[in-house]
């Protein structure tokens, strides 16, 4: 069966917004065993909706729409798709209800937007907002359903999750399985080329390869005759993609690196403290972006000499003799956080973020990490390329690899 993705709003054809729904969707959509052949996405023009909603339904069996279902004078989603159905619009009296008790529960009155919001396709089937006041809804136009979701993506994703997927699941194909192998250490052009062959030997597996700065996703996609023998095709493709890339994999789905480097240092029951310079706090916000306060004690950003001298307790001849960017003074950021949080690990990096700033001898993106344990300090460096953001990125998720790899025993890598 193959779906279609719809992103409807003039905010994302001028690119005011990414529009990160339609990813999320097709990524979805996917897994559940659906064939996404189109993703669309068009401004918040009249006609051009009326004509995309027809098409759309005439060519797939599925029609996933965000977007334009919000009070004001440019939403016009819903008027558009019950002239694509062929129906008037009419004010569902269930869904300003809703509307009304959202609304006047934050103390606020409702109004003509507001009640808007409530007018939708005769006989549509209506989908509630629990998190938002634009209420969902689904129509037939043939024989494809197409659901309608507000562009809010926290509102679009547990709509889409809780009243879509239970709807449409037993239509699917029910004949493919997905796995997402999470890696960093290695670029897209040496994972492929590490993986060259897998397809070739597991008959139905397609690899798919997503980039998101410094990671590499690789999706394992396998299509059998059913959804059990597309599970064990894939986990044998899986397999040979775990042996051949070793522990450039970290995880699996979801899981994310920092919750893997924190996995990491629980099972070593290690006490964490960080001292940043040049990437100004990233690491930290990295790191708390998951619970972390069972193993992350604190920390200091320590952009001035003055400030890792005083804080950190670097000795002002190490910084004269060698300068803030070198592994002297990383070592010594490194020993010094981990004496003064009182902790197992201290961590640190110092370098070069640019774009201003660098030397021939030290040039822009010129870094030095360090990790201080209980078996010693390992220093490491490396020039790393891009704009200040990658080069901070890139620095912050090197030290955080290293930590993960002296935590778990693991061998390190050359490429970071």
Same mark, same amino acid.
């Given at each position: 069966?193959?779906?279609?993705?719809?992103?409807?709003?003039?905010?994302?054809?001028?690119?005011?917004?990414?529009?990160?729904?339609?990813?999320?969707?097709?990524?979805?959509?996917?897994?559940?065993?659906?064939?996404?052949?189109?993703?669309?996405?068009?401004?918040?023009?009249?006609?051009?909706?009326?004509?995309?909603?027809?098409?759309?339904?005439?060519?797939?069996?599925?029609?996933?729409?965000?977007?334009?279902?919000?009070?004001? %004078?440019?939403?016009? %989603?819903?008027?558009?798709?019950?002239?694509?159905?062929? #129906?008037?619009?009419? =004010?569902?009296?269930?869904? !300003?209800?809703?509307?009304?008790? =959202?609304?006047?529960?934050?103390? =606020?009155?409702?109004?003509?937007?507001?009640?808007?919001?409530?007018?939708?396709?005769?006989?549509?089937?209506?989908?509630?907002?629990?998190?938002?006041?634009?209420?969902?809804?689904?129509? @037939?136009?043939?024989?494809?359903?197409?659901?309608?979701?507000?562009?809010?993506?926290?509102?679009?994703?547990? !709509?889409?999750?809780?009243?879509?997927?239970?709807?449409?699941?037993?239509?699917?194909?029910?004949?493919?399985?997905?796995?997402?192998?999470?890696?960093?250490?290695?670029?897209?052009?040496?994972?492929g080329q590490a993986l060259?062959?897998?397809?070739?030997?597991?008959?139905?597996? %397609?690899?798919?390869?997503?980039?998101?700065?410094? $990671?590499?996703?690789?999706?394992?996609?396998?299509?059998?005759?059913?959804?059990?023998?597309?599970?064990?095709?894939?986990?044998? @493709?899986?397999? $040979?993609?775990?042996?051949?890339?070793?522990?450039? #994999?970290?995880?699996?789905?979801?899981?994310?690196? @920092? $919750?893997?480097?924190?996995?990491?240092?629980?099972?070593?029951?290690?006490?964490?403290?960080?001292?940043?310079?040049?990437?100004?706090?990233?690491?930290?916000?990295?790191?708390?972006?998951?619970?972390?306060?069972?193993?992350?004690?604190?920390?200091?950003?320590?952009?001035?000499?003055? @400030?890792?001298?005083?804080?950190?307790?670097?000795?002002?001849?190490?910084?004269r003799g060698h300068g803030?960017?070198?592994?002297? #003074?990383?070592?010594?950021?490194?020993?010094?956080?981990?004496?003064?949080?009182?902790?197992?690990?201290?961590?640190? #990096?110092?370098?070069?973020?640019?774009? %201003?700033?660098?030397?021939?001898?030290?040039?822009?993106?010129?870094?030095?990490?360090?990790?201080?344990?209980?078996?010693?300090?390992?220093?490491?460096?490396?020039?790393?390329?891009?704009? =200040?953001?990658?080069?901070?990125?890139?620095?912050?998720?090197?030290?955080?690899?290293?930590?993960?790899?002296?935590?778990?025993?693991?061998?390190?890598?050359?490429?970071?």
């Amino acid at each position: 069966m193959t779906a279609a993705i719809l992103s409807i709003g003039t905010e994302l054809t001028r690119g005011e917004i990414v529009n990160t729904n339609a990813a999320w969707l097709a990524a979805e959509l996917t897994a559940a065993g659906f064939n996404v052949s189109v993703v669309l996405t068009i401004a918040d023009e009249m006609d051009r909706m009326i004509s995309t909603i027809q098409s759309f339904a005439s060519a797939h069996r599925l029609v996933i729409v965000t977007g334009g279902l919000g009070p004001t %004078t440019d939403d016009l %989603t819903a008027a558009a798709a019950a002239r694509a159905a062929g #129906v008037s619009l009419v =004010r569902d009296e269930n869904a !300003m209800m809703a509307i009304r008790r =959202r609304v006047e529960a934050r103390g =606020r009155t409702v109004n003509a937007g507001h009640e808007k919001q409530a007018d939708l396709p005769a006989g549509a089937d209506i989908l509630p907002n629990a998190i938002g006041t634009a209420p969902g809804f689904s129509i @037939a136009i043939g024989d494809s359903p197409l659901f309608f979701l507000p562009g809010v993506p926290r509102e679009m994703k547990r !709509m889409f999750t809780e009243q879509v997927l239970p709807r449409i699941r037993p239509s699917a194909p029910n004949n493919t399985f997905q796995i997402r192998l999470r890696t960093y250490g290695l670029g897209e052009s040496l994972v492929g080329q590490a993986l060259a062959g897998v397809e070739g030997t597991h008959a139905g597996v %397609t690899l798919g390869y997503r980039v998101h700065f410094p $990671e590499v996703d690789v999706k394992v996609h396998a299509r059998a005759a059913s959804r059990d023998l597309a599970r064990d095709v894939a986990l044998r @493709a899986a397999a $040979e993609v775990r042996a051949r890339l070793g522990d450039v #994999v970290y995880g699996e789905g979801d899981e994310a690196f @920092a $919750e893997m480097v924190g996995r990491a240092v629980r099972s070593r029951g290690y006490r964490l403290g960080l001292a940043e310079s040049c990437t100004g706090g990233l690491i930290s916000h990295i790191l708390t972006r998951h619970p972390a306060s069972d193993y992350l004690v604190g920390g200091a950003v320590t952009y001035a000499n003055s @400030a890792k001298t005083r804080l950190l307790g670097v000795a002002e001849d190490t910084l004269r003799g060698h300068g803030a960017v070198s592994a002297e #003074v990383a070592a010594e950021m490194a020993e010094g956080v981990r004496r003064v949080c009182e902790c197992d690990v201290g961590l640190s #990096v110092t370098g070069i973020a640019g774009p %201003t700033g660098g030397s021939q001898e030290k040039p822009v993106g010129l870094v030095y990490w360090a990790v201080a344990h209980p078996g010693g300090t390992v220093v490491r460096n490396k020039v790393f390329q891009g704009e =200040r953001e990658e080069v901070q990125l890139a620095a912050a998720y090197a030290v955080l690899d290293l930590l993960r790899r002296i935590a778990l025993g693991l061998p390190e890598r050359t490429e970071s």
